[in-house]
Structure formats: structure tokens, C-alpha cells
């Protein structure tokens, strides 16, 4: 009866150790889509960030006549621009040097008024600046790009809002800007709150396929939230064959104890 008791105890426990364990599939990027990973090839691909209500834009006017770049770019337009490419400039201080897509989808430049860029990539919406002041100053070129885009990150001791440093940045380095993912976070169950033209929405993906590349999730997108979940195995700690033979084996003597304590 004894040896039976502890034949099962053992059995019992050796399974519970071994389930508990992290292993490489769980952890690892890049790999193929099988063994659970999904494919994403065909799924939505990368699209360029389309212009919304209520986003930030650095605007810059270039022409052959200094007093009318003076109309447009407002005191300290150069200086700024220089601090925009260096990444050196506050916020705050851009504010005073940015405009913002109103909620009837356009942005007001001094004499132009209105021009429609709700909807349109940061390419389109040079483009419309340069024709809407043509009328204007026939030669000219226009420097527009976003600012104020930040993402957030919420979960596994990495919480935190960040700002893009670039154009564009994919999901690998936006964890890499966190100090990457622990061992015990749930790659496989990534979910993204992202804001689209329909609404929020909540979606999830597999961080582990190399098929993410070909993905809607691979770059990020402005005001996104990742939301990171602890993997079942983080509630016993085991993280390692060596780690999980000593519990088992701490484990099993502690069963014995307390087996020929009350047996």
C-alpha cells in the first residue's frame, strides 16, 4: 500500500513538474508556422498610417521668397525643424510649431485656410499641401511629417508609453525598446488594442511566427496598446529542466515527510 502510495505521488508530480516547465517553443521568435504557430500570409499586409482626427503635424514651407516662407512657418520654424530631426525638441515645444487635423478633417494654414488631409497618407498629404499653395508660390516643396505618435505597453513588469523614434517601428523593436519580454510572458497571446477608421478594436496574434512580418501586426500604429499575459507556468516558477528536477525533488521529499508523519 505504501509503495503504491508513492509510485502515484510520484507519477502525480512528475507530470505537474514537466507541464510546468518553459521551454524553447514558448519562448523563441521566428518560427515556422506549424506545431500550434499560426501563418499569417494571408493575412492583411502593412498599410501605410492614414491621417484621423485630432493627429499632429510638423509643417514646413520652402520657397525661393523668404517673406512669404515668413507667412507660413512661424517664428523659429528653422530652428524647430533642425530640433524635430535630431529628436532634441520637448513636446511642449512642439505644440507651438504644429497643426492638427481639426474634426472637419483639414488642417488651416495662415492665408490658404483649409486643406483637406483627413484620410490621406503623410505622402498624399504633402502632396495636397504643395497644390494648395501653388496658387500662391508656384515653386515650392513642403516638408509634413507626424509627430506626437506614442505607443503603450501594459503587462509583465514592462508597462509603459513610448514614443516612436522613427517613421516606422515593428513589434520587435518596440519590445526590444522595453527591455524585451520575460520568460514567463505568453507570446503566443499577444492582443493589441488598436484604433481603426471603424472604431477600437481588440485583436490578437502569435509573436512567435515568422509569418508576423507578413502581417497587419508587424508595424505599429500610432495611440496602439499591447497588452502582454503571463504564461499558466509563471504560478510554479519553473523555467528549466534543472529548475523543475529540483522542486520535484524538494517536492518529493517533503511528500515523504509528510507521508511517514501520518501513514
Not at 508530480?13 to 518553459?22: A, K
Not at 499569417?40 to 493627429?55: A, F, M, P, T, V
Request: hydrophobic share 40%; with cysteine.
Amino acid at each position: 500500500m505504501r509503495s503504491q502510495f508513492i509510485k502515484i505521488l510520484f507519477a502525480l508530480i512528475l507530470v505537474l513538474q514537466f507541464t510546468s516547465c518553459v521551454t524553447t517553443h514558448q519562448t523563441n521568435y521566428m518560427q515556422p508556422a506549424k506545431n500550434f504557430i499560426p501563418a499569417y500570409k494571408d493575412s492583411i499586409s502593412y498599410q501605410e498610417y492614414r491621417l484621423r482626427k485630432g493627429d499632429k503635424l510638423f509643417i514646413q514651407v520652402y520657397s525661393i521668397d523668404d517673406k512669404t516662407n515668413a507667412i507660413f512657418n512661424v517664428s523659429g520654424g528653422q530652428g524647430m525643424q533642425m530640433q524635430v530631426m535630431s529628436g532634441s525638441s520637448s513636446l511642449d515645444n512642439l505644440d507651438l510649431y504644429t497643426y492638427m487635423v481639426q474634426p472637419n478633417g483639414c488642417v488651416q494654414l495662415p492665408i490658404i485656410g483649409d486643406v483637406k488631409v483627413l484620410g490621406k497618407t503623410i505622402r498624399e498629404a504633402k502632396h495636397q499641401l504643395e497644390e494648395s499653395i501653388q496658387p500662391l508660390l508656384k515653386l515650392n516643396s513642403v516638408d509634413v511629417r507626424m509627430v506626437g505618435r506614442s505607443f503603450s505597453i501594459i503587462g509583465s513588469g514592462k508597462s509603459g508609453r513610448f514614443q516612436f523614434p522613427r517613421e516606422k517601428v515593428n513589434i520587435y523593436q518596440a519590445l526590444a525598446m522595453t527591455g524585451d519580454l520575460g520568460t514567463f510572458a505568453d507570446r503566443s497571446k499577444i492582443r493589441i488594442l488598436r484604433e481603426t477608421e471603424s472604431g477600437t478594436k481588440i485583436k490578437t496574434f502569435d509573436l512567435r511566427s515568422i509569418d508576423i512580418m507578413q502581417s497587419e501586426f508587424y508595424y505599429l500604429e500610432p495611440n496602439d496598446v499591447i497588452f502582454i499575459q503571463p504564461l499558466k507556468q509563471q504560478f510554479f516558477g519553473v523555467s528549466s529542466f534543472w529548475a523543475a528536477a529540483s522542486t520535484f525533488t524538494t517536492t518529493y521529499a517533503l511528500c515523504i515527510i509528510i507521508y511517514k508523519s501520518f501513514f
